[in-house]
């Protein structure tokens, strides 16, 4: 069975609403998600590794805090080292989602950073493959999928509200096709290495 690792962290609980998301859209393409919480604090992170080194995708997430990844993932990414050097992650699908409380909140940043880490470990990256979903400023634009345009990867705001509130469904909607894109591109990946072999 496919697996696709959804490592993150949550600081409100804002980009967990998203990674739960992703983890619906991994399950409806057929995939198992696995979704690994970074808590607060965290330094040891070899579980993940390890986790992530049998996944055959895994998509980042992390909430935008002044302009990039927070302190919890900027740990996760600075420990990476072992895995780095053994290339254990080489060759996977990679992908990447992102929250902040207003519409851009440099939430580009984010995806950039984790794009060039993704680069950096020798992964495959997958963005959006969406169009803009919200063209209008039309109050019915916060229920689009991808109304925030992102190509790199999946942005959702969280509009300083109660995560029982927001990301609000578009930006979740966004979340879940990311989730089944990684997990079709990764079996098109894994079924082509099969052939090839």
Same mark, same amino acid.
């Given at each position: 069975?496919?697996?696709?690792?959804?490592?993150?962290?949550?600081?409100?609980?804002?980009?967990?609403?998203?990674?739960? &998301?992703?983890?619906? %859209?991994? %399950?409806?393409?057929?995939?198992?998600?696995?979704?690994?919480?970074?808590?607060?604090?965290?330094?040891?992170?070899?579980?993940?590794?390890?986790?992530?080194?049998?996944?055959?995708?895994?998509?980042?997430?992390?909430?935008? @805090?002044?302009?990039?990844?927070?302190?919890?993932?900027?740990?996760?990414?600075?420990?990476?080292?072992?895995? @780095?050097?053994?290339?254990?992650?080489?060759?996977?699908?990679? &992908?990447?989602?992102?929250?902040?409380?207003?519409?851009?909140?440099?939430?580009?940043?984010?995806?950039?950073?984790?794009?060039?880490?993704?680069?950096?470990?020798?992964?495959?990256?997958?963005?959006?493959?969406?169009?803009?979903?919200?063209?209008?400023?039309?109050?019915?634009?916060?229920? &689009?999928?991808?109304?925030?345009?992102?190509?790199? %990867?999946?942005?959702?705001?969280?509009?300083?509200?109660?995560?029982?509130?927001?990301?609000?469904?578009?930006?979740?909607?966004?979340?879940?096709?990311?989730?089944?894109?990684?997990?079709?591109?990764?079996?098109?990946?894994?079924?082509?290495?099969?052939?090839?072999?």
């Amino acid at each position: 069975m496919l697996t696709v690792a959804i490592v993150y962290h949550s600081g409100f609980g804002h980009t967990d609403i998203l990674a739960r &998301a992703v983890a619906q %859209g991994v %399950g409806e393409a057929g995939g198992t998600p696995d979704l690994l919480r970074i808590a607060p604090e965290q330094t040891d992170f070899a579980d993940a590794f390890d986790r992530i080194a049998r996944a055959d995708a895994v998509i980042f997430g992390s909430p935008t @805090y002044m302009g990039t990844v927070s302190a919890p993932m900027k740990a996760f990414m600075d420990a990476s080292a072992r895995p @780095y050097f053994a290339k254990a992650w080489k060759d996977k699908i990679a &992908a990447a989602f992102t929250v902040s409380g207003s519409p851009s909140g440099d939430k580009l940043n984010t995806l950039t950073t984790l794009a060039i880490f993704a680069a950096q470990h020798g992964m495959l990256w997958i963005g959006t493959g969406q169009a803009p979903g919200n063209n209008d400023d039309l109050s019915a634009a916060t229920e &689009a999928e991808n109304r925030l345009g992102s190509f790199l %990867g999946a942005m959702g705001q969280a509009a300083n509200d109660s995560p029982d509130v927001t990301p609000r469904t578009g930006d979740r909607a966004t979340a879940r096709s990311l989730g089944v894109r990684v997990a079709r591109a990764a079996a098109r990946w894994q079924a082509g290495g099969a052939q090839a072999a």
